[in-house]
């Protein structure tokens, strides 16, 4: 059953990316969540259970969609790398825009526009200050949102919830 659910949440993050080794980045998750301190101890990550027994999972999807993840501590360099995810649609950094959810409520209009829409989420503990984001289809939000629930993985909106 948890395996079925860890299939199903990585084929929704990744629905829309080119990728080649998706099987193996679920079959990795899997394996984790069956055998967490087989597979810290594979990732020389001992250091993530020390703080959280629990967390082995979590760091598995961190782990495992790593390249798939927008990491930064400072706005614009999120943007930057936002900006080169959707090959330089959204240009320069806003003028004017200096914390956080400012940008991202300037940002989900653009989003929306895109086709499919899509959304910026905060996904899994990035253990560090960095904020660690992925860009999703946003038809999938909801049953994201349920599934990181289920399998205990921080999930977070990075804008309000809005009808638009």
């Given at each position: 059953?948890?395996?079925?659910?860890?299939?199903?949440?990585?084929?929704?993050?990744?629905?829309?990316?080119?990728?080649?080794?998706?099987?193996?980045?679920?079959?990795?998750?899997?394996?984790?969540?069956?055998?967490?301190?087989?597979?810290?101890?594979?990732?020389?990550?001992?250091?993530?259970?020390?703080?959280?027994?629990?967390?082995?999972?979590?760091?598995?999807?961190?782990?495992?969609?790593?390249?798939?993840?927008?990491?930064?501590?400072?706005?614009?360099?999120?943007?930057?790398?936002?900006?080169?995810?959707?090959?330089?649609?959204?240009?320069?950094?806003?003028?004017?825009?200096?914390?956080?959810?400012?940008?991202?409520?300037?940002?989900?209009?653009?989003?929306?526009?895109?086709?499919?829409?899509?959304?910026?989420?905060?996904?899994?503990?990035?253990?560090?200050?960095?904020?660690?984001?992925?860009?999703?289809?946003?038809?999938?939000?909801?049953?994201?949102?349920?599934?990181?629930?289920?399998?205990?993985?921080?999930?977070?909106r990075t804008v309000p919830f809005q009808d638009k």
């Open positions: 059953m948890a395996e079925e659910k860890i299939e199903q949440l990585i084929n929704l993050l990744l629905e829309g990316y080119d990728i080649s080794n998706k099987e193996e980045i679920i079959s990795n998750c899997s394996f984790c969540y069956t055998n967490p301190d087989q597979y810290i101890a594979n990732n020389e990550a001992e250091w993530v259970i020390e703080g959280d027994e629990d967390g082995a999972f979590e760091f598995s999807v961190t782990n495992e969609l790593f390249n798939f993840l927008i990491r930064g501590d400072k706005i614009d360099e999120v943007h930057e790398l936002i900006d080169e995810s959707l090959n330089n649609a959204l240009g320069d950094f806003p003028a004017g825009i200096r914390y956080a959810p400012d940008y991202f409520v300037w940002l989900q209009p653009k989003l929306n526009q895109e086709e499919p829409p899509l959304e910026v989420i905060e996904l899994a503990d990035s253990y560090s200050d960095e904020l660690q984001l992925i860009i999703i289809e946003k038809h999938n939000l909801e049953s994201i949102s349920k599934l990181c629930q289920e399998l205990r993985v921080h999930f977070r």
